[in-house]
């Protein structure tokens, strides 16, 4: 997400994205810009790459 973020993808083209592939939220709900967001913030502050599926594809 970081990568595509970098780029200059919009959060609602990473969510296009994301729910076009069928990934879900760890939570498994479908994705949206605020959820994008927040994960990407969480992985901010985190520092580091987080197993579940959604990091792995992107």
Request: charge should be positive.
């Amino acid at each position: 997400m970081r990568r595509h973020r970098a780029v200059g993808m919009t959060l609602r083209a990473i969510v296009a994205q994301l729910n076009g592939l069928g990934l879900r939220t760890p939570k498994g709900s479908q994705w949206y810009a605020g959820t994008v967001r927040k994960a990407m913030i969480t992985l901010r502050k985190s520092n580091t790459q987080h197993s579940s599926s959604f990091c792995r594809a992107f």
